[in-house]
Each structure stands twice: as C-alpha cells, then as structure tokens.
C-alpha cells in the first residue's frame, strides 16, 4: 500500500509556530514519525506540504491511480477551500483528515471543515499520534491489492 500524507501551509513551521498549541516537535520530526510508523505498517509514504492551494490540489489530483489513500492535515484551508474538497472527490481516494490540535474547541470559525465531507474520518487533538492513527485507519479500510 502507498499513502500520501499531504499537510497544508504553515506545517512547514511547526516547532516555531504558536508550539503551546501544535507542539514542540518540528515537521521533520513529524515525517520521521509518520515514515517510521509507515514502515512498521509495511506501507510506503509520500510526503507533501505545501503553503499554496493550488499545489495541494495539484498533489491530491496526481495521487490519483498512485496512492491507495490519503492522510490530510490541511491547516487554516480546512476552513475555505472548497477546491481541497472538490480534488479530494475527484479522486475518490479514501482520506483522512488530521489535525494536530482540536479545532473544535478552538475559534470559532476553525470549527468549519470543508474537506471533512470527502473524508472516511477526522482526527484531532493527538498531536503527530493522530498520523499515525491515520495511517493505521487506512490501513484498516483499503483493500489489499
């Protein structure tokens, strides 16, 4: 099985942005982790961030007949992008969406989430573990080939 775990702008500074709400641990951390985690599934990964809309569609679009699904961070564009969402069913890839802190305790306009309605599942609130979770929910609902 192939995943792609595509993460959205601002991911790239995790460790430095805002760290008493994502964390202490920067984004390299974060795809070690998810890599490791892979591995360990014996599943392969692919890891994209991108601080550009388009560049996100753009890789969900491309994971298509590629990736057997997808694990989506997609930052404050949860929140507006309808085109994420549109990709997302374009592709017909099972997804899911993380989020490393829980957004729906926090404003409340991060309580909004486009992408949620192409997703098999959301995860928020377990920090970098909530990849994982994932990955291992993926794993659990994509048919072996």
């Known amino acids: 099985m192939h995943f792609l775990v595509l993460n959205g702008p601002n991911l790239n500074m995790l460790g430095i942005r805002e760290p008493g ?21 014996g599943v392969t990964v692919e890891l994209y961030q991108s601080n ?22 997609p930052g404050a564009y ?9 990709a997302l069913k374009a592709v017909s890839l099972p997804a899911v ?11 409340p306009f991060r309580r909004q989430s486009y992408v949620r309605l192409a997703c098999c599942r959301t995860i928020t609130g377990h920090g970098i573990d909530g990849y994982l979770e994932a990955i291992d929910h993926l794993c659990e609902v994509v048919p072996c080939k």
């Open 97 to 107: 969406e993380v989020h490393l802190s829980r957004v729906e305790d926090r404003e």
């Open 52 to 73: 550009h809309e388009g560049d996100l569609v753009d890789a969900i679009q491309r994971a298509y007949g590629t990736a057997d699904g997808i694990v989506l961070n």
């Open 21 to 41: 709400i994502y964390g202490p641990d920067t984004y390299e951390t974060l795809c070690d982790r998810v890599r490791r985690h892979a591995e360990s599934r």
């Open 78 to 86: 949860t929140h507006t992008s309808i085109a994420l969402l549109d």
